[in-house]
């Protein structure tokens, strides 16, 4: 009982900031929406006894992304900002498309067929030492650790990119 | 079946009892948090008035003792005054961010064997992500002013925040990697084993990392940039005054402690000590942090303001290459032991 109480709280707080994101005409609101989006949603992650997940969720998302989208829109002219239009003009077509769309999905959801049960229970959670951030630590270094090393390999192109970008040319 | 029975369970009893155990323990560390904050500003005030030759409050009270007091009755007395065109909400907002993270960093601390709020799995995480929750305040409140002062502040400080967060991350890996826990009560009972009970020897680098960069965090000297008084007025809150002040004072400080005690018990061995107390079982705790305290004073009143160009090179090209350094030799270490 207790646990739907706060299912339905954190599903309804995260919809409505949701909405609040990409209706506030300042881009600042916006941004707070979504940092009081990103709390829920950990908040969720909480309730599923992923606590490690939560925790990530506010450093990585709250704590880096979002500051730097703060930064950027900190430096844009906000007085022009809040004067344009808050929708554009196919504002009334991309609804219905985006309402047919949830109406298709969450029709044919249930026939999906579900996915294996895996070993992975929260009880089987709960029950081991270090709980949540020790399972993903094992299963990513030993399962997952080539789909692991292939997505650090991204990041550090991506890294070695951005400095490339960053630096002044040299004159050779 | 009444209500009264659907709601009164044999259980109700005891889980009762369990949140008013908690709340009690709340009312406790927030008192004394507060109390602490209190005579952090006497004695930051009396320790540099004597390292600058000069004595520092004298006149409430006999030296000065009751001048805190006196403070804390002004700021509450005093307008809360609101600048024209600044975005209300987010104005108000933003000084009660800073103190909830704050405050709420305290919550996953131990403060002696079995006392702490709550003992969660991922104690030292949570601090982080308050840590940076923490630098929403400093920068909201920098552009819900509208001036030009407070919003430098909150810029300078929202870049300095994110470079020295990931420092202070990574420092802190190696002590997660030795004691094989997240949760800082673990981490406290690991150290045990080590020599004088402390982490600080076998994690020198991490240590050294990590008080730098903790100074950095709550943006105090010689990191002070975001307040910097002789190029910024006072920075991100120039234009707050009477309890909106306040609440970003007891913030910075309680800030302070924070970071304070996670050195103490990431690094220094938490409660433990050379020898055992009685009856005052956070003794050496506490020692420990007012030495980390008076550390920060001594440091503020020592060295000069770095430059910002200064700042964000010890930050990305000093101290997170020695932070990843020590994640290297730790690892290796652990291996070979």
Known sequence: ???????????????????????????????????LLFFHIAGLYLMLDAEFLAAIQ????????????????LLLNLKE????????????????????????????????????????????IRATKGGNSSIIGRVMYTEFLFPFEIASTILLVAIIGAIVLAKKRLRS | MSIFETIIQPDTFDVLIKIGIILLKIVIVVAAA???????????????????VRLGPMEVGPHGVLQPIADGVKLFFKEDIIPADADKPVFY?????????????????????????????????????MSSLGAYGIIISGWA??????????????????????????????????AGSLNISDIVNAQAAYPL??????????????????????????????????????????????IRFAMFYLSEYIGMIVISLIAVVC????????????????????????????????IRATLPRYRYDQLMSLGWKLLIPLALLNIVITGIAKLML
């Open chain 2, 34 to 52: 507060m109390l602490h904050v209190m005579y952090a500003t006497y004695f930051e005030r009396k320790s540099i008035g004597h390292m600058q």
């Open chain 1, 58 to 73: 506010i450093i990585i998302y709250a704590g880096a992304i979002l500051v730097l989208f703060l930064f950027v829109v």
């Open chain 2, 93 to 129: 907002i933003a000084p009660v961010i800073s103190l909830v993270a704050a405050l709420s960093s305290l919550s996953v601390i131990p403060f002696f064997k079995g006392f702490v709020i709550a003992n969660i799995n991922i104690g030292l995480l949570f601090i982080l992500a």
């Open chain 1, 81 to 124: 900002e809040i004067k344009g239009r808050p929708f554009s003009r196919i504002f009334v077509i991309a609804l219905v498309l985006a309402i047919g769309m949830a109406v298709v999905i969450s029709s044919t959801m249930k026939l999906l067929p579900p996915g294996p049960v895996g070993q992975y229970s929260m009880d089987m």
């Open chain 2, 267 to 298: 690094f220094l061995g938490g409660w433990s000590g050379p020898f055992d107390i009685p009856y005052v079982p956070f003794a050496w705790l506490l020692l420990k942090v007012y030495f980390f305290i008076f550390f920060y004073y001594w």
């Open chain 2, 197 to 242: 009970r402390v982490y600080a020897i076998p994690q020198m680098l991490g240590f050294f990392v990590f008080m730098v960069a903790g100074i950095a965090e709550t943006n105090r000297a010689p990191f002070d940039l975001p307040e910097a008084e002789s190029e910024l007025v006072a920075g991100y809150f120039v234009e707050y005054s009477g």
């Open chain 1, 1 to 35: 009982m207790l646990a739907e109480i706060f299912f339905a709280y954190f599903a309804v707080v995260i919809v409505l900031t949701s909405i609040l994101v990409i209706a506030s005409r300042n881009p600042v609101h916006s941004v707070l929406w979504m940092l």
């Open chain 2, 145 to 178: 002013s509208n001036s030009k002062y407070s919003f430098l502040g909150g810029l300078r400080s929202s870049a300095q925040v994110i470079s020295y967060e990931i420092a202070m991350g990574l420092s802190l890996v190696g002590v997660m990697m030795m």
